[in-house]
């Protein structure tokens, strides 16, 4: 299939341009760590694989690397970016922070149809947790807490956040799938911070969100061993 047919197939299936789609691709395999830290990607190996040709892969790995995915290393090529603890440390403190104070918000701003959502998904999450359903259980901890973000009512915080989405969602899926071990505290901390939202609990809905997210942190370094 050459660029231009490939491009057409993609257009009409996906309504976006083939850069876009194989970008996102890589994106996805990068977060979710079909691709891992270290990693080399090889330009033939992943144009065979999408079933497209080399260029937009080549212009992919450039914006990846521009998103801070992607390392190029002067005469060996692409590889997967490393986590390292410094990452871990800046991006998850900006989180805690942002998640405490989107917590606080949507403690007093969200409706009670809102409530009923997060009460839905956090049900969900903890039969997940219970059955060890792990995919089960990251695609719930996204759910819930984009509800809270939607919850808090600020336009100018959920474009923030999103623009640390990549880096939350593979530290997020780090943790839930090499470091979960039924540990309590997970699901006892979601359950604590859905309590506090819905009883209007301002200053409890802050403290343990930030306490949630800083307990991730700790454990994603000690489990790293940097």
């Known amino acids: 299939m050459n660029e231009k047919n490939e491009s ?77 603890k410094k990452e871990i440390m800046d991006v998850l403190e900006i989180r805690a922070a942002l998640d405490k104070l989107a917590t606080g918000l949507a403690a007093q701003r969200m409706t009670k149809s809102e409530k009923e959502q997060l009460k839905k998904v956090l049900s969900s999450f903890e039969k997940n947790f219970k059955s060890g359903n792990i995919e089960g259980m990251i695609n719930d901890d996204i759910k819930l807490h984009d509800l809270i973000y939607l919850g808090a009512k600020n336009e ?27 540990n309590e505290n997970l699901l006892k901390e979601h359950k604590e911070i859905v309590e506090a939202i819905i009883s209007g609990d301002i200053e409890k809905a802050q403290k343990i969100a930030e306490e949630h997210i800083k307990n991730q942190e700790i454990e994603l370094i000690n489990s790293l061993k940097f």
């Open 8 to 84: 057409h197939y993609f257009l009409i299936e996906n309504y976006k341009p083939l850069r876009e789609i194989v970008f996102e691709k890589l994106r996805d395999m990068i977060v979710n760590g079909d691709l891992k830290p270290g990693e080399r990607l090889m330009e033939i190996k992943l144009a065979e694989m999408l079933g497209v040709s080399r260029t937009p892969i080549r212009e992919a790995i450039r914006k990846l690397e521009l998103e801070g995915l992607v390392v190029m290393l002067p005469r060996k090529g692409a590889y997967v970016a490393d986590i390292s």
């Open 156 to 182: 100018k915080l959920q474009h923030i956040i999103n623009n640390l989405r990549e880096q939350i969602t593979r530290f997020r899926i780090i943790y839930l799938k090499e470091i979960y071990r039924k």
